[in-house]
């Protein structure tokens, strides 16, 4: 029965298949031809759906000699379906109809177009291919279907938006966020005017073809007049933010200014002042080349630096520091210092390495230790970011197999630490010690006349580790009955003298039994003076005064090194290391190519996670 509908139905449009065979039916035969034949008559079922034996298919009369009904007159037949009585409503092979319809001033439509885009151009652009669509469907509906060949001919110059489009279109969009953001002062204009508590009140707005401009005072000027009456936006909509992007852009991703002067050669941004600067503030090209590293309030110092009443050199930290040129012979050899502070005291300790591989670092640490004593704690800069040193250092540094002497330090029963790659700040209380190493050996080596040799370099550097252990750690005063300034000589040599207190001993002290309590006593005046002296010079932050906001996973940032801004990589964050207080200053960063871990102030925010 449904086949016999879908002949007879000459009007609606069947899906592809389907409508294929009524054509060719259609073609080849009338609709009256056709009669409806019941399934248990239908000679053609027995092929379809097949007969159990071959006896039952050789007593099968139909098969041959076609349906019963055929043998008697054709007034006894079933008649044929009226096509009128057809209902196709829910059928599956019906082609479905597509009705178009365009509602460019529907509020909710408009909206959610100018939501999607995010550039002023390609929303007039969607906006234009709109209302082009609406013409042609116009030009369709009033030409009919005769014209159908001629404007086939004109596809290539339908194929692009004319100026006139284009003006169209952001005269809809100008229309229509001003209604849904001004709809009061579009009433009052033509009545009463524009009330003094209306934003708008001190631009003296009028209407000019449906759209709300500024009246100013400008009228007799020789300018256009898009510039003498611009268009009126509201800063709360997206269609301003489009304008000042594309205005921000087109002033080649200048100031506020520049910016702000491009705009108002044909819109009025209400407020803009204040609204451009929050809108460039954001510019993801301006932050790429303009945005400075990020910053976070300076962290409190480690425990390793608070720990008084230990031996000195018990927690240290460890730098190189070099090259310098000795000769040797005829030629010349380079040789690097290594300096050891102690994290507590601030005494230092310096070795000559003579070379940068792995050995010779290991060999200045035994040296260190065979003379100091073994610490408990080490603390070092990674390998990467010795910046401050030559090319060759750092590759030299680069290369250090760490595990083979983290291996070794472990078999000393010796904790390592490493400071984040690159991040130099972090071991600031030994780079504050290399610089005064350096202005006290340039110095000496000022009044060398010849170059150095190994054994010069080697008493030098014991020279100038004494002149530094007996700089005071607390401020020197002018009056003559104060007490010597302390410095790390006294923990470290532990002898009386006129600026520690003689103490009491009885004579028996003075036996090599007894010593252990006069050296007991001199440290433990240290530790006092140091706690209630040098302590509290600790306790004040010179700089990152203020917390700043944590950067999040997901942000995407510029990633600084020692070329030019415009090689920086980008990358984006993706774990958040050492989070301690509540302060973010370590991140790993995926680059395009791997995966950094760097400290926050060597990358530079340019584009905020959305993700809470």
């Not at 750092?394 to 070794?408: K, V, Y």
């Not at 014991?462 to 790390?488: F, H, K």
């Not at 070329?563 to 680059?591: A, C, F």
Request: proline share 6%; glycine share 6%; with cysteine.
């Amino acid at each position: 029965m449904s086949v016999l509908r879908y002949i007879a139905n000459t009007k609606t449009r069947f899906k592809t298949f389907v409508a294929n065979r009524l054509a060719v039916i259609h073609d080849a035969t009338t609709v009256n031809q056709w009669h409806y034949v019941r399934s248990e008559d239908n000679p053609a079922d027995c092929a379809s759906r097949g007969i159990p034996t071959v006896s039952k298919f050789l007593d099968y009369t139909p098969w041959l000699d076609g349906p019963e009904f055929l043998w008697k007159p054709e007034s006894t037949w079933i008649q044929p379906v009226d096509p009128g009585n057809l209902n196709l409503e829910n059928d599956k092979e019906v082609k479905s109809n597509l009705a178009m319809t365009l509602t460019l001033s529907s509020p909710k439509g408009l909206e959610r177009l100018i939501e999607y885009h995010s550039d002023w151009k390609r929303l007039k652009a969607s906006v234009g291919w709109f209302l082009k669509a609406k013409d042609n469907l116009k030009s369709r509906i009033s030409k009919g279907e005769e014209n159908r060949k001629e404007r086939s001919t004109n596809v290539s110059t339908n194929m692009c938006l004319t100026p006139n489009i284009l003006e169209r279109a952001e005269r809809s969009l100008v229309m229509f966020v001003q209604r849904l953001h001004f709809p009061k002062e579009l009433e009052d204009i033509n009545t009463k005017g524009v009330k003094k508590s209306s934003p708008l009140c001190k631009l003296d707005p009028f209407i000019h073809d449906g759209i709300l401009r500024v009246g100013g005072r400008l009228s007799n000027s020789e300018i256009s007049f898009d510039a003498k009456h611009p268009i009126i936006i509201p800063k709360e909509s997206k269609v301003a933010r489009l304008l000042v992007e594309d205005a921000h852009k087109s002033a080649g991703h200048m100031g506020k200014n520049a910016t702000l002067s491009i705009l108002r050669e044909r819109f009025w941004i209400v407020g803009a002042n204040s609204y451009l600067k929050s809108i460039i503030s954001k510019c993801a090209i301006c932050k790429r080349y303009q945005s400075p590293p990020m910053t976070q309030k300076m962290a409190n110092l480690p425990s390793e630096r608070l720990e008084p009443d230990e031996p000195p050199f018990t927690r240290v930290g460890m730098d190189y520091f070099g090259p310098f040129e000795l000769k040797r012979g005829r030629s010349s050899v380079k040789r690097y210092g290594v300096i050891f502070t102690c994290l507590n005291s601030r005494a230092l300790h310096l070795e000559v390495a003579f070379s940068l591989d792995t050995d010779s670092c290991i060999d200045a640490i035994r040296r260190f230790i065979a003379r100091r004593g073994k610490p408990k704690f080490m603390r070092s800069d990674n390998g990467t970011n010795l910046i401050g040193a030559e090319r060759e250092m750092r590759e030299s540094i680069q290369e250090w197999n760490t595990d083979h002497i983290q291996g070794h330090m472990r078999q000393l029963g010796i904790e390592w630490a490493f400071n984040p790659p690159t991040a130099s700040h972090f071991g600031g209380v030994w780079e504050r010690l290399i610089r005064s190493v350096r202005k006290v050996l340039y110095s000496v080596l000022h009044e060398q006349t010849n170059r150095l040799d190994d054994e010069g370099l080697i008493t030098l550097f014991c020279e100038v580790e004494a002149i530094l252990n007996g700089r005071p750690l607390t401020s020197v005063t002018d009056d003559p009955n104060d007490m010597r300034a302390l410095t790390p000589n006294h923990l470290l040599l532990l002898r009386p003298g006129e600026h520690f207190p003689p103490g009491v001993f009885v004579k028996t002290d003075n036996y090599v039994r007894r010593r252990w309590r006069q050296i007991q006593y001199l440290a433990n005046i240290f530790w006092t003076r140091w706690i209630k002296e040098y302590m509290p010079l600790l306790q004040t932050r010179q700089k990152w005064l203020q917390p700043k906001d944590n950067p999040k996973v997901g942000d995407i940032v510029l990633i600084v090194d020692n070329g030019p801004r415009n090689s920086w990589n980008l990358g984006r964050i993706i774990e958040i290391l050492n989070k301690k207080d509540d302060v973010v200053r370590v991140v790993k960063v995926k680059t395009g190519s791997s995966v950094l871990t760097r400290p926050i102030t060597k990358l530079c925010l340019v584009l905020e996670s959305e993700i809470n």
